[in-house]
Nanobody, 124 residues
Framework: QVQLVESGGGLVQPGGSLRLSCAAS????????MAWYRQAPGKQRELVAV???????NYADSVKGRFTISRDNAKNTVYLQMNAMNPEDTAVYYC??????????????????WGQGTQVTVSS
């Protein structure tokens, strides 16, 4: 059907940078909004950044000015550039996308798909 595969997580020191990628594949017709969420231990999953199909973006207050979301529609990929990271950014990061699909002659309305998550740890 549809798969979202994330990459780029890891360990980074405070003040450092990481770039996450999430590539969508499968029976994709159209990808609409794409987003990054994160979930820290003991906390609820929260929205980090979102980008529409037209390129409009929105960010959580905690990451404004430090994180940048972008997308490459030709590659069905969304990115999250994270700069000036701090320990509070430690979490599992998940990509999310609203995708319509076309399979065996049938159109399916947009559904929300999730990646498997990638661990990001900010520590000295």
């Amino acid at each position: 059907q549809v798969q979202l595969v994330e990459s780029g997580g890891g360990l980074v020191q405070p003040g450092g940078s990481l770039r996450l990628s999430c590539a969508a594949s499968g029976s994709i017709l159209t990808i609409y909004t794409m987003a990054w969420y994160r979930q820290a231990p003991g906390k609820q999953r929260e929205l980090v950044a979102v980008i529409t199909s037209g390129g409009s973006t929105n960010y959580a207050d905690s990451v404004k000015g430090r994180f940048t979301i972008s997308r490459d529609n030709a590659k069905n990929t969304v990115y999250l550039q994270m700069n000036a990271m701090n320990p509070e950014d430690t979490a599992v990061y998940y990509c999310n996308a609203d995708i319509s699909t076309y399979r065996s002659g049938t159109y399916y309305q947009p559904s929300a798909y999730w990646g498997q998550g990638t661990q990001v740890t900010v520590s000295s």
